[in-house]
């Protein structure tokens, strides 16, 4: 287990990486990267790119994920055939 995959987070949106870029005048576009986790059955990664400041994202994807991408635990339960208990 790593920082990022952290059952504690669970329901939140864990940032992994953040870049920024000039962008039109004086406008920024940042693009994040975040593991994704509704509860501890499923997972995903996502990103999102935001531009000149504004809280709403321009562009937005996600993809289910199995394990995390740092260190490899695995995160998505439901995908193993496993039941709650």
């Known amino acids: 287990m790593c920082k990022w995959c952290r059952d504690e987070d ?3 949106e864990v940032i992994l990486k953040s870049a ?4 039109c005048l004086d406008a920024k576009a940042v693009l994040n990267l975040a593991i994704c986790r509704s509860d501890k ?3 995903g ?3 999102w790119v935001t531009i000149g ?3 709403e994202p321009l562009l937005i994807t996600e993809r289910k994920i199995n394990y995390c991408p740092n260190c490899g635990r695995r995160l998505s339960l439901r995908e193993a ?3 709650v208990q």
């Open 10 to 12: 669970v329901g939140d």
């Open 20 to 23: 920024e870029s000039p962008f």
């Open 41 to 43: 059955w499923s997972a």
């Open 45 to 47: 990664i996502g990103a």
């Open 53 to 55: 400041g504004r809280q």
């Open 81 to 83: 055939g496993r039941e």
